[in-house]
């Protein structure tokens, strides 16, 4: 008769719990790779120990393993969702992670080496995004990226990343301090406008 199968809700490893739709840390190719990053989906013991656990994973990718490589907007922590799905024992789990949503990865009080974010999905079969368009910000018309500070211009509240417009990398506006770009000055001869003048006489 074939070993009896039972589907599970958690099993532990290495003294930690891992649960369905947790993320883990999974056994890479080589000693010089990052590990696998993978969400739990399935749990099953196919024998009579807990030994016999595999569980079924979704693979995140990291920019440098989809296709087009890392941009420069990806953040250092950023994985992509995909539907990429395997099988693996449990044994080649070395330990758990927390891949968040990028708001919920921005609001962390603190990021750990364990915490990570996604905010496109991966079809590596297809080499496909989604979303596959994103809004841009800056005169370097960028995706947003969390790891590069940004300051909003008073005036016409478009976003701008400090090093690209002649500040400091790491400026940041104080509370009460006005920034406006240099487009809003231009467009109010040289002043300082409360909001961007409208175009076209609107």
Known sequence: MPPK???LQQFTHHGLTFKLGEACLINPDSESSPPFIGKIREIVQRG??????EIKVTWF???EEAVGGRKAFHGLKELFDSDHQDWCHKNTILGKCRVHSLKKYENLSKIEQEDFF???TYKPAKKEFD???VPVYCSCELPYNPDRPMVMCDACEEWYHPDCIGLPATYVKAEKERF???ECKRLNGGNVPNKR???GGR
């Open 5 to 7: 199968k039972a589907n």
């Open 48 to 53: 009579t120990t807990e030994a016999d656990i």
């Open 61 to 63: 990718y990291r920019p």
């Open 118 to 120: 996604s905010r496109f």
């Open 131 to 133: 979303p596959d368009r």
């Open 180 to 182: 406006v770009c240099s």
């Open 197 to 199: 003048p409208a175009l």
